[in-house]
């Protein structure tokens, strides 16, 4: 069963992070889900290089496999809901904010 304060975490499918566009992020807890094809077996080092420049930008990458979401989908919601639980809460930003 999912954690209730999952509900009040919200994706957004399809984002550009320069240079790139991921599947789904949620912006707030800085968690992209990447939801992979069999063409992603023939691109590992792409995508594990890609991996890396994204969490060097602060984001926690999860990747399922297409089957898998479809197959084990309470269990791909699980592991997406305990990231969610364990990512740090986001801290308010002092950008912006005037004297």
């Known amino acids: 069963m999912l954690h209730r304060s999952t509900k009040s975490h919200k994706f957004k499918r399809q984002?550009?992070?320069?240079?790139y566009i991921v599947d789904?992020?949620?912006?707030?807890?800085h968690l992209i889900i990447e939801v992979d094809g069999g063409q992603h077996a023939e691109?590992?080092?792409y995508d594990a290089r890609r991996t890396t420049r994204l969490e060097a930008m602060g984001y926690r990458v999860m990747r399922f496999w297409n089957n898998q979401v479809l197959s084990e989908t309470i269990n791909v919601l699980e592991q997406i809901a305990t990231a969610l639980i364990e990512a740090p809460s986001p801290q308010p930003s002092s950008e912006g904010r005037g004297s």
């Open 15 to 19: 984002v550009v992070i320069e240079p």
């Open 43 to 45: 691109q590992v080092e």
């Open 24 to 29: 789904f992020v949620c912006l707030e807890s």
